[in-house]
C-alpha cells in the first residue's frame, strides 16, 4: 500500500514570495490533514478536511494561508506572502474517516520550507 | 485548555539500555493517547493507541502505558536499538475533535 505522498520535500523561498505544497493521500482515506511542524515542537493542526470539506479551519491564518481538496483526493496548501515565522516542516496525513477517535493517522514526510 | 506535556525534552543513553519517556495531559473530553515515533526528516508514525480503559500496550520492544485517573502516560523502550533514535510524540485525542499533540522527546542512542 502506497504511503501518503508530498512534494516537493524542501523548499526555500525569500520572504514575501508565495510557495504551494501538494499531497497526495492513501487511496481511500476520506479524511486529510494540514500540520506545521517548528523545529523541536509536536504538530499543530492547520486545516482538516473531510472529503472536500473543511471540519477545521480554526488555526489557518487566512490572511496568508489557503488550503483546498478539489475532488476529496489531493490537496495543496498556499501561503501567500510567506513570513519569516513560516520556516517550518509542513506534513500532510490522512485517515480512512474519523470515527470516534479510533481511527489512525498515517503522515507523508512533510516539507521543509525556509523562508529568507 | 486542552494541554499535553512530555518529559524529558531529551533524553541520551547507550545501546542496550532501557528509557522510560514521560506524557502528562490534560485534555478532555478523552477518547485515545497515542504514541509516535518521528525519525529526522521523515513524518511521524505510530506505535501504540490505548482507550480509556486499556493501560498497557507492547508493540515489540516499546510498551505504552497509560493512567486515565491522574492523566499520565509512559511509554517504555527495551534494549534500545540505534535506529530507535528519534523524536517520541505523545498524541491525545478527544473523540476526533481536534488531536493534542505533545511537543515531543527527543531520543539519541550512542553506540
Known amino acids: 500500500e502506497a504511503g501518503v505522498a508530498q512534494s516537493p520535500r524542501y523548499k526555500i523561498i525569500e520572504k514575501r514570495q508565495s510557495v504551494a505544497f501538494w499531497c497526495n493521500p492513501i487511496?481511500?482515506?476520506?479524511?486529510l490533514y494540514w500540520y506545521q511542524q517548528i523545529l523541536g515542537q509536536g504538530p499543530k493542526l492547520l486545516i482538516q478536511f473531510q472529503n472536500n470539506g473543511v471540519v477545521d479551519d480554526s488555526q489557518l491564518p487566512k490572511d496568508r494561508f489557503s488550503a483546498e481538496r478539489l475532488k476529496g483526493v489531493d490537496s495543496t496548501l498556499k501561503i501567500q506572502p510567506a513570513k519569516l515565522e513560516d520556516s517550518a516542516v509542513y506534513l500532510c496525513?490522512?485517515?480512512?474517516?474519523?470515527?470516534?477517535?479510533?481511527?489512525?493517522?498515517?503522515f507523508g514526510p512533510g516539507t521543509r520550507l525556509t523562508v529568507l | 485548555k486542552n494541554q499535553v506535556e512530555q518529559s524529558p525534552q531529551s533524553l541520551i543513553i547507550l545501546e542496550g539500555k532501557n528509557c522510560t519517556l514521560q506524557?502528562?495531559?490534560?485534555?478532555?473530553?478523552?477518547?485515545?493517547l497515542r504514541w509516535y515515533k518521528q525519525d529526522t526528516g521523515r513524518g511521524p508514525v505510530s506505535l501504540t493507541i490505548?482507550?480509556?480503559?486499556?493501560n498497557t500496550k507492547s508493540n515489540g520492544r516499546y510498551t505504552a502505558t497509560l493512567d486515565a485517573d491522574t492523566k499520565q502516560s509512559s511509554l517504555h523502550i527495551t534494549a534500545s536499538q540505534l535506529s530507535d533514535s528519534a523524536s517520541y510524540i505523545c498524541?491525545?485525542?478527544?473523540?476526533?475533535?481536534?488531536?493534542?499533540f505533545g511537543p515531543g522527546t527527543r531520543l539519541s542512542v550512542l553506540p
Open positions: 506524557c502528562n495531559y490534560t485534555v478532555s473530553p478523552f477518547s485515545n
Open positions: 498524541v491525545v485525542d478527544n473523540y476526533g475533535q481536534n488531536f493534542v
Open positions: 487511496s481511500g482515506h476520506a479524511t
Open positions: 490505548m482507550t480509556f480503559s486499556e
Open positions: 496525513a490522512s485517515s480512512l474517516v474519523v470515527l470516534a477517535g479510533r481511527d489512525e493517522q498515517f
